[in-house]
């Protein structure tokens, strides 16, 4: 089963339903993937693919997360999992969101504070733990390492997801851009500034569990609309990374990930940050999703780049 990405932010969900109704861009046949000079795995010690910020679009970061924080991504995910099966996960597309069916207030959307009480209600519900890790991770942590590649003082949290590759699940997400999905219906998407994701591995990431391909920027198809249009020869290999590594990206690069042909998930913690607020439209300050300003004190821009 070939899968498009089918994330979306609560408002987003709708507009992703008519984006999904696209022929062309759904249900496309995955370009097949060439083997060439990169065909090899790039091992975890790889920390540095490509860099971010102009000609900058990818890296690795690797073990990022541990212990703690770790442990308790793990144990959150494995709650939405046991809420679940592993067939509607499949239907979900492989996405667990924990706000899946929750209406967001407008404050919870801008406010650090507000959205984590809905976020430790949300986790009670399904016998999670409330822990401050995750809260230091999503706005601390990672935004501060991310900052650099922004050179910005002040970025936003935009949306959070776990996702799940069930055992043995023949599903694929196949080449796309985040971008191109998340914001596919907003009329103003041109004027919307690339953003950054944080894939964090929750599991060793294998051959054979659903390793992510990337499209280095150096080979970016500006003209490429759908995957069939894209080139994909010059892909890097899949990225096998351990668990708590990151792989971080721009919301414009392509990427693909695999099917999981093991007997074990292959989980991953998907966490996002803007720019600028992104609004649901020109006219609205309402967030498309949330626009949780976090502040970076130069002091804090700690990591080299
Ligand atoms: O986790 C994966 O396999 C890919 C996820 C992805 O690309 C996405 O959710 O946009
Ligand atoms: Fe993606």
Partial sequence: MIRNLVKYPSRVRELQARFNAHPNLHGAENPTYLKGENDKAINTFAAVLFGLGTAQTLRVVKEFIKDEPLECLRNECIKLHEATTDEKIVDLGCVLDL?????????????????????????????????KCIQQLIFNEIPMYMAKFFEKEKLYF??????????????????????????????????IPWYLSAWCALDDVTMKNGALQFLPWTHHQPDAMVPEELDVTSATAPIVVSAGSLIIFRSDIWHFSAINTTDASRRAFYVQYTQEPIYSSPNTKEPLCCAIPIEIAPSKKKYKK
């Fill in 99 to 131: 706000f899946a069916e929750t209406y967001m207030p407008g404050n919870a959307r801008i406010e650090q504070d507000a959205y984590m009480t809905i976020r430790n209600e949300l986790l009670e519900e399904i016998g999670g733990k409330n822990v």
């Fill in 158 to 191: 935009f949306n959070e997801h776990y996702v799940v590759k069930p055992a043995h699940t023949n599903v694929e997400f196949r080449w796309h851009q985040d971008d191109a999905e998340q914001l596919g219906m907003c009329v103003h998407r041109e004027s």
